[in-house]
Nanobody, 121 residues
Framework: QVQVVESGGGLVQPGGSLRLSCKAS????????MAWYRQTPGNQREVVAT???????IYADSVKGRFNISTDSVLNVVSLDMNNLRPEDTAVYLC???????????????WGQGTQVIVSS
């Protein structure tokens, strides 16, 4: 079994910073990518940042220059440093990982439970 668990989040004032972390664990054979998404009520889930096993990183335009995604050498722990936060960054942030488990021959998409980020004065 594979688990994806987020931590971090909370309430922060506009202009402040937060760090989110995500850890994938379990019967992992290989990780293809790890990504952060966010979702607000009534809206579609939006990809915020993605890091690939190749080292490539992609950011949504809305967070470029403010958010930074980083990972350890084996890609099973990923952090999202969020700086200069704005009220419109308020959302539930979810970690997503594309993982091939030891019992699979293909990659599956795994989701964490989500963590709330509120940016408000």
């Amino acid at each position: 079994q594979v688990q994806v668990v987020e931590s971090g989040g909370g309430l922060v004032q506009p202009g402040g910073s937060l760090r989110l972390s995500c850890k994938a664990s379990g019967s992992i054979f290989r990780i293809f990518l790890m990504a952060w998404y966010r979702q607000t009520p009534g809206n579609q889930r939006e990809v915020v940042a993605t890091v690939y096993a190749t080292g490539n990183i992609i950011y949504a335009d809305s967070v470029k220059g403010r958010f930074n995604i980083s990972t350890d050498s084996v890609l099973n722990v990923v952090s999202l440093d969020m700086n200069n936060l704005r009220p419109e960054d308020t959302a539930v942030y979810l970690c997503n990982a594309h993982i091939r488990s030891t019992s699979d021959t293909f990659f599956r998409s795994y989701w964490g439970q989500g963590t709330q980020v509120i940016v408000s004065s």
